[in-house]
């Protein structure tokens, strides 16, 4: 059983930067990806960022481009996402996830082909 653990949400003012981390237990597969999602208030779950964790392949959505970064530590199972220039309208609860290595890539930041997930952590941007 997979068990993954979000950190280092909070509150900052728009133009501030965060970090989140992710750390994953029970993990066996080598293979795989490891993403990250948010979901606002009233608003569907969508995907922020992915990583392969053999490839470090990695894809973002338009409005993390050039703002999020997403990497990762194999070695002590941690999943990052360095968030930059933060706006308003990124507040949110932001999940990681691990999802299998046969996700196509059309449908890598689908939040439906993804099988664990964190319980979140929440991140607030103010004006």
């Known amino acids: 059983q997979v068990q993954l653990v979000e950190s280092g949400g909070g509150s900052v003012q728009a133009g501030g930067s965060l970090r989140l981390s992710c750390t994953a237990s029970?993990?066996?597969?080598?293979?795989?990806?490891m993403a990250w999602f948010r979901q606002a208030p009233g608003e569907e779950r969508e995907g922020v960022a992915t990583?392969?964790?053999?490839?470090?392949?990695?894809k973002y959505a338009d409005f993390a481009k050039g703002r999020f970064t997403i990497s990762q530590d194999n070695f002590k199972k941690t999943l990052f996402l360095r968030m930059n220039n933060l706006k308003p309208e990124d507040t949110a609860m932001y999940y990681c996830?691990?999802?299998?290595?046969?996700?196509?890539?059309?449908?890598?930041?689908?939040?439906?082909?993804?099988?664990?997930w964190g319980q979140g952590t929440q991140v607030t941007v103010s004006s």
């Open positions: 996830a691990n999802g299998p290595s046969s996700i196509l890539w059309g449908a890598i930041l689908n939040a439906g082909k993804y099988n664990y």
């Open positions: 990583i392969g964790i053999n490839s470090g392949r990695t």
């Open positions: 029970g993990y066996t597969s080598s293979s795989g990806w």
